[in-house]
């Protein structure tokens, strides 16, 4: 029965009108403070709930957050999901998932956005045309690029602050006397591992030390393959920076394969700090992403802006921390 109840039928309880009842639900609708309690009074009494998706219609707007998202196969994603899920809950918003396999957001990402009316959208782990950005200022639905950047004035966008994490690193790995060292990139087309190498390579070109660079892709596997053609090189480093924690936990594996010890003979950092990393199996080294401070930041920006849209852009950095464990 519950489940069937109308803003028709709250009214008839309330002694009010059903404009009155949607107007009590709607943002920033005038209605009086008396008239409030009894819709409300009465809804809780039904079990009544508003139908978001019928009010869209008429508003154009709905209390849902479009979320899209490539690395899912990347643990600190999903990390990054139910951090966004439990936030928007609190205020009263839903998250529409959206998975995509492409590195750039597609036409069919995008339909689905604007068919559920979106208040607001979050990109990770995926870039978008700037005609997209365009499209989006101009219905007013503020968007935020989450753990992405890109260098120009087109998007508001949150992420760590890489450069200072791969710098204090580089330092750390020094001072534990490492003097050869690797770094296994991820994506080179991704602003996290482009930073996460130019302040890496920075500190180590200071002080003059032999360096390695090999791309991978962000996975387990392909960290794991990249380290298994390091020791066919037969010139194991004695400190390995690894541009995401999943890689890292490759690394790790292969190189205990093949009676490398960690952290004697060379050691392991490193990023994201994803709950495997701390595992005993483990014991990564790595630097710690603010998650619940970079979530904190973009929920912040989303609220303001569907208050009132001003289209205001910046690339927002997070301060993060080294995590020290076993494998240095």
Same mark, same amino acid.
């Given at each position: ?41 009465? *809804?809780?009494?039904? $079990? ?6 019928? #009010? ?5 707007? !709905?209390? /849902? %957050? ?115 060292? *690797?770094?296994?990139? $991820? ?6 591992? #482009? ?5 890496? !390579?920075? /500190? %180590? ?124």
């Amino acid at each position: 029965m519950k489940n069937n109840v109308t803003a028709k039928d709250v009214a008839k309880l309330a002694g009010v009108s059903q404009s009155s009842v949607s107007r009590v639900y709607f943002e920033g609708a005038s209605v009086s403070k008396k008239t409030r309690e009894k819709v409300i009074v009465a *809804a809780k009494e039904l $079990g009544y709930r508003p139908n978001e998706f019928a #009010r869209s219609l008429i508003t154009n707007r !709905t209390k /849902i %957050i479009g979320l899209v998202m490539k690395g899912i196969q990347n643990p600190f994603y999903p990390q990054v999901l139910k951090e966004f899920t439990a936030t928007f809950k609190k205020l009263g918003y839903s998250i529409l998932f959206v998975s995509t396999n492409n590195d750039e957001i597609q036409k069919e990402d995008i339909d689905m956005l604007r068919n559920y009316n979106v208040a607001g959208v979050i990109i990770t782990d995926a870039s978008l045309s700037l005609n997209v950005t365009e499209d989006f200022k101009e219905s007013q639905v503020p968007l935020v690029l989450f753990n992405r950047k890109i260098d120009n004035e087109q998007f508001y966008s949150v992420c760590c602050n890489n450069l200072d994490a791969s710098e204090k690193i580089a330092e750390y790995l020094i001072e534990k006397g490492c003097s050869d060292v *690797a770094y296994i990139a $991820g994506n080179a087309n991704t602003s996290t591992s #482009r930073d996460r190498e130019k302040g890496f !390579t920075s /500190i %180590i070109e200071k002080n003059n030390m032999p360096f390695h660079k090999y791309t991978s892709d962000y996975t387990y596997e392909g960290g794991y393959k990249t380290t298994q053609k390091i020791i066919a090189e037969k010139k194991i480093p004695d400190g390995i920076f690894v541009a995401n924690d999943i890689m890292a936990l490759g690394v790790v594996d292969a190189l205990r394969e093949n009676s490398i010890m960690i952290p004697a003979e060379t050691k392991v950092v490193g990023f994201d700090n994803i709950e495997m990393a701390s595992w005993p199996t483990y014991n990564l080294t790595t630097w710690e992403q603010p998650i619940t401070k970079m979530v904190e930041q973009t929920v912040n920006y989303l609220m303001a802006e569907i208050v009132e849209f001003s289209g205001y852009t910046e690339n927002v950095e997070v301060n993060g921390e080294l995590i020290v464990r076993k494998t240095t």
